[in-house]
């Protein structure tokens, strides 16, 4: 990638932080440009420093990694936030994708699925760790990771409805409407509306 991508690291481990920050800087388009504790100091230094992504642990003390990933994109809107955890639990993936952070990778994960996942959440896009992938979605198992409102929204869709006419039909905005169909996207792993019906369709998510 030609533009450079700025990222701050946000672990309450400094041997994390310092592997993070060893493993980046072999990307050459990817600069650090500060490092937090906890999500407090997360929030106030991405206000200062207005970093594209945000590399985010979940366990932390204090303000934990989900809380700091709503105020800090409230605070800073065009930050992207990556959620970086050993945890590979489904429900916390769920509450990440809900507490507005675009991607999900594993501490575990290799240099070059890092590197991926800060390219796409850069530019706006969803990424889940690959590893996550197998297990959480198999078969049925993709239902589970839907919520009530989700599947009803995915069901207009695959009515032929748009963004405008689910929004007026469920007495939502537009925006939500549309924040939904992104987590819908991620969770399917779909590229489009399309994919995420016929997906939806295949394993009986919806009729």
């Known amino acids: 990638m ?7 690291i946000v672990d309450d481990h400094e041997v994390v932080r310092e592997g993070l920050r060893l493993s980046l800087s072999r990307a050459k388009h990817i600069r650090v440009v500060g490092e937090a504790v906890d999500g407090a100091s997360a929030v106030a230094l991405a206000e200062r420093r207005r970093p594209d992504v945000v590399l985010m642990d979940v366990r932390m003390p204090g303000m934990d990694g989900l809380e700091a990933t709503q105020k800090l994109i409230a605070s800073v809107p065009a930050a992207n936030v990556l959620i970086f955890t050993a945890y590979n639990e489904r429900s916390l993936l769920t509450q990440a994708l809900e507490s507005g ?3 999900y990778i594993l501490k575990e994960a290799s240099h070059a699925t890092l590197v991926r996942a800060i390219e796409k959440v850069s530019e706006g896009h969803s990424y889940i760790d690959p590893a996550l992938m197998p297990s959480f979605l198999e078969g049925r198992d993709r239902e589970g990771l839907l919520t009530a409102r989700e599947r009803e929204i995915l069901q207009l869709l695959a009515d032929g409805m748009s963004n405008a006419d689910a929004a007026e039909k469920l007495f939502i905005s537009q925006e939500t409407v549309k ?5 819908i996207l991620t969770k399917l792993e779909a590229d489009t509306r399309t994919h995420a019906v016929a997906i939806a369709l295949r394993q009986s998510i919806i009729e």
Do not use: K, Q
Not at 2 to 8: H, V, Y
């Open 101 to 103: 952070a675009r991607g």
């Open 2 to 8: 030609a533009s450079e991508i700025t990222c701050l």
């Open 179 to 183: 924040s939904h169909v992104r987590h």
